[in-house]
Each structure stands twice: as structure tokens, then as C-alpha cells.
């Protein structure tokens, strides 16, 4: 910690001779408002001024308001405004001695490239964000650490997962799951619950794809205040595709290793001057390194675009998704390690195996600007119907000679519908500028869950098989044991929220919000008849101050508060013990640094304390009874780098420090024990390079320590280091064609865990294709 606390001092005293110097510029000032045609602001614009018969360039960035400040020396400039998606506009202004001078600049959406050249793409920057305030803001002005994930490097690594693009998000792993579902791991809180698709809660147990992916939003740290409940660590928001009205047609074909086959294709049309059609599908059907397991994966998303006048938008769109595969619990362990089997090696009958995941997705969304109110309200309605089973490895014994196995199965049915509507308002009151939210949510959810225990030859629910041979067919009959799920379960949620973000000045702004959650629960056992009914009101805080002592740079503090109800993230049972519990609570705490080096090149770091209280404990005096009064501390610094070095090296990584332990005993574990899968040490780094016009190569390294496989710390997950590459080679202006290689050394690594018997191996060497032509 005392390198942390450097670090911040030396960028304290960076900021302070920055602002030092800023103040004693010139200090006619140069002002104005970035707008597009509709008249709405701007933010996040490069303004550049350039004075005649000088090299010297001043530039800021425009804020949430699209306003903007420059002090100058009087004269001749000419001023340049540019902002991703709009044309460059310039103009030519006399600034005189003592006269402020302010200026409306409006910016014209982007033309339609007639020749799309696929060797200049953009970085890996993402300069504006809206999910973690609900209003569109410069990243480096939000006061909480988020890493944007977008298409463009999803393309050169050519991710199809979840777990693909959180390897190079600094503080987050990926949990086995149970190899059925997107499972991660934030700041040391695992969830398979916190994932939003545009902002909307999208909480059921399955594996996404990102075949209709914009970008991927990683928001660290409790998130109450804009998502609602959970999301104790953090939150993972995917921002899928929209109909625009700039022409686009897109097919990938993809082939590789271990028989991978995939497409996707991506039609984006105009239908009139008002009305917009996209189209994205998808389909995959590949074998993987591991014997057996397979999958196939497809899915089809269109949406449409209405704009009936220039201050309304209407978004519609549909998705159908489905995945199918072989279920897949990894390898067991043996004294403390990994068992030393081939990585291959598949535990139980394959063809008694299987996921299966369908998914329907419909939403809605009208925006419309009404002067200084912009008004927005969103629908998405989702059903789900997933199951999985599987074959569960268990120990081995100590000759190494078997290897106990059992089975269930396991389903879960939900449908949801939640409403959003948001009402934001920018005012003024003499120097001091107000971006005002207030906002609605309501949902229903409704899940079924069924699980049946597995006994082999009707009778055993636990076999012993050869360690040496353990891919069975033995029969397995499927039916109910004494405490197997059978239940439904309805919520209910209602809240409400407000936000003021707050500049006081050009260097100091703050925001402060509230958010208030009514969060009913009805339990119902479809076996014995139980009811049970809980409700919990929950206030969720956030405050956060950021000071810029100049336009690129911003200093930041935060404070955040979230809850987990005591049904857990997934609710999937409620008993009269648990009905009594309050929930948890995640308390956070973080300072950190955004600095934009360059236009696109981005360094931020953080330092923070999450505090996760309120979790159960048995009474020392009563072990009978429950307490809370555990308690679970997450310490940990992060550095991250994203965007272009040069016109020609675009990079992506970081590096993130972990200390995450019980700091009061858990039902779980006692004091000092070590969360399970939180590496003290992670690291990564993607290289992306220009060679030449039509060459490029991609180059990446991902690392960490050792981890724990479960919260008893007895297993240990081996530290490792893996490398891969990539080279791309532009057939023509429309046609590219790139090579991945995945594991470029073929080192042998164990990626995560679910316990210390279900440990899964990362893949060996894997060699992909990609073909993508554009029209």
C-alpha cells in the first residue's frame, strides 16, 4: 500500500503545478457549447485551439452540458472541434483583450464512407459513457473505475464469450460456473446474477454470446444507486447493436482448431429517411480440447430504428438465442493441487451430459427531447428456459487409484418485465452547472426451479470409478431426493432514484444520488405447500467528487452502497431461517486517477476498500442459531491503459492487486482465510500493430499468482503465464483476413474452479481463422 499512496502523491502534486500553471494563463476566456443538429449537448468533444503564426495548441473537452472553456491570449484562432461520430468542424475566431467571447459550434453526423478501409480502424478508447450515470458523460468524469470493451477489439481477438472479454478487464476473473453459465468474479464477490444487457437486468444462468455486440461496460464496485439490488462488486452491462441509417453489411466466417466452425453477419439498412433496419445472426457448431464436449449456438436479433420528428427516437428489437452443449464439471483434485491427469480427460457419461439454454429477448425504448428535459423509458421483457446435467467429480483417494462421481439435473424457468423511465434536466444557477435525474423502475420476475438427484443402477447416488478411466455409461435413473428444489418463486420490485451531477466550477464536480428499492419476494414449495413472504426497503447511497486541474486529467473520490437480499442472487429458495436474515451489505470505498494522454490513448488507476457485511455466522453460543456478523474485506489497487499509442500500435491491459479475506468468521470459513479464486496478483497486456498498410499483428500476455480453488484453502490453482497472437492481412479495402493463436506455447494452466473437485484445465494451442468482408 505505501507504492499506492506514492503514487498518489505524485499525481497530487502533478495535479497541483498543472492547476498552478492553468491559473496563470491568459484569462480572456474562450467559450462555448457543442451541439448536434437537434440542438442536444455534446459532451466529451476535443476542442483544439490553434493560434495564427503559432505552433502552440490549447485544448479542452467538452462537458456533460456540451459546454467548454478556454483561456487564451487575445487574437486569431482557428478552433477545431471533433467528436466520434460527427464531421470536424472549424472555425476562425478574433478573441479580444478582456471581451469573453462564446460561440455555439454544431456538429453534422458523420457521412457514409464509400470505400471502407479495414486497416484504419479505430482504438480501443471509449471516450463517452451513459450506464454508470444514466447520462451520457466523459468517462473520465465519472468517479468509479469502468473499463468499455468495444467491437473493434473484440474483433481482433476474435472473443465470442463473456470470459473472452473479461481476461483483459483489470480485478476480474471468471468463475467455472459449473461450466453451464457466465459466472464472474468482481473485486472478489462472484456473481452469476449482475449482468445487464443495455441497462436492463438480464440475471438468468446462461452462456452470452457477442455476436450483436456494440461494446461490454465492466463497472466496478457497488452499483445500487443505477442498477438496483446486487451488483456487490460490480456489474457487467452489455450494449447490443441498434438499427442506424448509415448502410453496413458485415459476414465473418470462422475456423479453427478442435473442428470450430462459425457465422455471424451484421445488415444495418435505411428503409426511408426515418425508419431503420439491422440484422444480426449467428451460428457455431465446434468441438472443444476436452474429450466429448461440444457444443452448438445460434441466434438471431433484428431491431428497427423510428425517428417520427428530430427530437423523438424509437428503438425496437427482438432476440432469439439458444445454446446447446455437452456439460462439462472439469477434473478433481488431488493433495492440494490439480490432479495430474491428461487435460482432456472427460469425469462421467458425455452422452448423459448436456446444457441447454433458449432465451427470448424483447425491448422497447423511446427517447425524446423536450428543451431542457430529455425523457427516456425503456421496456425489456425475457423469458428463459435453462437446464443443465451433469456428472460431479469428488475426491480421490489416496492411492490414486478412484474417483467418486454423483449426478442431478437441474432446471429453471423465469420470465421478466421491467420498465425503466428516466427524466433528466440540465440547469444553471449563476456558475454553477446541475445535469438533475429522476427515475422509475418496476419488474416482475417468475421462476420455476425442479432439480432430481441421479442414482446409479437406480440405487447409489455416489459411484467409485477408475481414476485411470473415468468416462463411464454406467445407467442413472433421475429422481427427487428429500431436499431437491421444486418450488416458485415471484418478485416484485419497485424504485425509485435521483442524481444531480454537479459542476462548480471547470475543475471540481460532484455527484451525488439515492436510490430507494422495494424488493417483495413470494415463496411458494411445490412440495409440502410452504408460503413464505419477504420484503426489504433499501436505500443505496452514492457520492462521489472528481477535480480536474486540467481538462484531460481528473482526480476522484467515491463512496457506494449496495445489497444482496437473502434469497441470493439467484433466489432460489427462501426457508424460515433465511426469511428472518437481512441483507448484505457492500460498502465501498475508492479513490483513483483518470488521465487522457493523448486524444486516444487513456491511464487510469485505483485504490479501494469494499467491505462486504451482514453475512451469516453460527452463534458461538448457540450453534443452532444464525448471526450476522461475518464479514468479508476487499483491499486492492488498479492500473489500466487502453486506447493508441501511435497511429499504427493500439493497446489494451492492466494490472490489478487483490486482498480479499474474512475479516469476522462466516458460516464459511474462519478469520483470515483467503476468497476463493482471487489471485493476489493479475495481469494483462494486447498488442495490436500496423506494420505495413495491409499487415498488422496482434501480440498478448496474460498472467497471475496462485489462487485458492475454494474458501477452505486446501487446493491450490497454480499461477501462470499464457501468451497469444495474432496477424491480420487486408485482402482488399472491404476483405480482411486474420489468423489467432490462443496459448501460443501450449502451456499447461488450470483456468478456475466451482470447488476443489470441479477444476477446469485451460485449453492447449488453438489456431482460428477469420474471414470478414464488408459491403
Avoid: C
Avoid at 478433481?332 to 491428461?342: I, L, N, V
Avoid at 447409489?460 to 463411464?472: E, G, R
Avoid at 417483495?520 to 414449495?525: K, V
Amino acid at each position: 500500500m505505501k507504492a499506492i499512496a506514492r503514487l498518489f502523491s505524485t499525481a497530487l502534486m502533478t495535479a497541483i503545478l498543472l492547476y498552478r500553471a492553468n491559473a496563470q494563463a491568459p484569462q480572456t476566456p474562450l467559450q462555448g457549447r457543442v451541439l448536434d443538429p437537434t440542438s442536444a449537448a455534446i459532451p466529451g468533444a476535443q476542442i483544439t485551439a490553434i493560434r495564427d503564426g503559432s505552433r502552440t495548441q490549447l485544448t479542452s473537452v467538452s462537458d456533460r452540458n456540451g459546454e467548454f472553456s478556454l483561456a487564451v491570449e487575445p487574437g486569431q484562432y482557428t478552433v477545431k472541434i471533433a467528436a466520434r461520430g460527427f464531421s470536424e468542424a472549424s472555425q476562425k475566431i478574433y478573441v479580444q483583450k478582456s471581451e469573453p467571447e462564446f460561440r455555439d459550434f454544431v456538429l453534422e453526423v458523420a457521412g457514409v464512407r464509400d470505400m471502407v478501409t479495414v486497416t484504419e480502424s479505430a482504438g480501443y478508447d471509449a471516450g463517452l459513457v451513459s450506464s454508470a450515470t444514466k447520462t451520457l458523460t466523459p468517462l473520465r468524469d465519472v468517479p468509479q473505475s469502468i473499463t468499455v470493451v468495444r467491437q473493434e477489439q473484440v474483433r481482433d481477438q476474435l472473443m465470442m464469450s463473456v470470459a473472452d472479454v473479461v481476461r483483459y478487464v483489470p480485478g476480474i476473473a471468471t468463475h467455472q460456473g459449473e461450466n453451464n453459465r457466465d459466472q464472474v468474479i468482481i473485486r472478489g464477490n462472484s456473481t452469476s446474477a449482475d449482468f445487464f444487457v443495455n441497462g436492463m437486468r438480464d440475471d438468468v444462468q446462461y452462456y452470452r454470446d457477442l455476436y450483436n455486440l456494440e461494446h461490454m461496460e465492466a463497472l466496478k464496485g457497488p452499483n445500487a444507486m443505477i442498477f438496483g439490488r446486487g451488483g456487490g462488486g460490480g456489474v457487467i452491462n452489455r450494449v447490443t447493436k441498434e438499427a442506424g441509417f448509415m448502410p453496413l453489411g458485415e459476414v465473418t466466417l470462422l475456423a479453427g482448431s478442435y473442428n470450430n466452425k462459425r457465422v455471424a453477419a451484421d445488415f444495418d439498412r435505411p428503409l426511408s429517411d426515418k425508419v431503420a433496419l439491422r440484422f444480426n445472426g449467428m451460428y457455431e457448431n465446434s468441438d472443444t480440447f476436452r474429450k466429448h464436449v461440444d457444443l452448438e449456438r445460434y441466434g438471431i436479433n433484428p431491431t428497427f430504428t423510428i425517428t417520427p420528428t428530430n427530437r423523438t427516437l424509437l428503438t425496437f428489437g427482438y432476440e432469439h438465442f439458444g445454446d446447446h452443449r455437452v456439460a462439462d464439471r472439469g477434473i478433481p483434485s488431488f493433495q492440494g493441487r490439480p490432479a495430474d491427469t491428461d487435460i482432456s480427460t472427460y469425469f462421467g457419461n458425455p452422452d448423459d451430459s448436456r446444457v441447454r439454454a433458449k432465451v427470448n429477448l424483447g425491448s422497447a425504448a423511446v427517447v425524446h427531447q423536450a428543451g431542457r428535459v430529455n425523457i427516456q423509458n425503456r421496456t425489456l421483457f425475457a423469458d428463459y428456459d435453462r437446464s443443465y446435467q451433469n456428472f460431479v467429480p469428488g475426491a480421490v483417494n489416496g492411492k490414486k487409484t478412484q474417483v467418486a462421481l454423483s449426478v442431478y439435473n437441474n432446471a429453471t424457468q423465469r420470465r421478466n418485465i421491467f420498465n425503466q423511465t428516466d427524466l433528466t434536466y440540465t440547469a444553471s444557477t449563476g456558475g454553477i452547472h446541475h445535469t438533475l435525474l429522476g427515475g422509475a423502475e418496476i419488474g416482475r420476475q417468475l421462476t420455476n426451479n425442479f432439480r432430481n438427484t441421479g442414482f446409479f443402477n437406480n440405487t447409489a447416488t455416489s459411484i467409485s470409478v477408475l481414476y485411470s478411466n473415468p468416462t463411464i455409461s454406467t445407467p442413472v435413473t433421475f429422481r427427487q431426493s428429500a431436499t431437491d428444489a421444486d418450488n416458485h418463486i415471484r418478485t416484485n420490485v419497485a424504485a425509485t432514484y435521483v442524481q444531480d451531477q454537479v459542476a462548480l466550477s471547470r475543475h471540481v464536480q460532484v455527484i451525488t444520488g439515492l436510490r430507494f428499492d422495494n424488493f417483495e419476494l413470494q415463496y411458494h414449495n411445490n412440495r409440502n405447500g410452504d408460503k413464505l413472504r419477504r420484503i426489504d426497503n433499501l436505500v443505496s447511497p452514492r457520492a462521489g467528487i472528481v477535480f480536474k486541474p486540467v481538462a484531460l486529467l481528473s482526480i476522484y473520490g467515491n463512496y457506494s452502497v449496495s445489497y444482496l437480499p437473502s434469497s441470493g442472487d439467484q433466489f432460489s429458495s427462501l426457508t424460515t431461517i433465511t426469511q428472518q436474515v437481512k441483507p448484505e451489505k457492500f460498502s465501498n470505498y475508492e479513490a483513483g486517477v483518470k488521465w487522457d494522454l493523448y486524444r486516444d490513448l487513456a491511464l487510469t488507476a485505483a485504490v479501494y476498500r469494499l467491505d462486504r457485511t451482514n453475512t451469516r455466522a453460527t452463534d458461538p453460543n448457540d450453534p443452532t442459531r444464525i448471526v450476522q456478523t461475518g464479514r468479508t474485506r476487499s483491499n486492492g489497487f488498479e492500473i489500466g491503459l487502453n486506447g493508441r499509442v501511435t497511429r499504427a500500435w493500439r493497446i489494451t491491459g492492466g494490472y490489478a492487486y487483490q486482498d480479499v479475506f474474512i475479516a469476522s468468521p462466516t458460516t464459511a470459513a474462519p478469520v483470515g482465510a483467503r476468497v476463493a479464486q482471487v489471485p493476489r496478483h493479475m495481469f494483462s497486456l494486447w498488442n495490436n500493430y500496423q506494420i505495413v498498410s495491409r499487415l498488422g499483428a496482434g501480440l498478448g500476455i496474460l498472467q497471475r499468482s496462485d489462487m485458492f480453488a475454494a474458501v477452505d484453502n486446501t487446493v491450490v490453482l497454480p499461477g501462470y503465464v499464457r501468451a497469444d497472437a495474432a496477424v491480420y492481412f487486408s485482402i482488399s479495402e472491404k476483405v480482411r483476413l486474420q489468423g489467432n493463436v490462443e496459448n501460443v506455447f501450449d502451456k499447461k494452466y488450470y483456468v478456475n474452479a466451482d470447488s476443489n473437485n470441479n477444476i477446469s484445465p485451460g485449453s492447449s494451442r488453438a489456431v482460428r481463422i477469420g474471414l470478414s468482408a464488408r459491403f
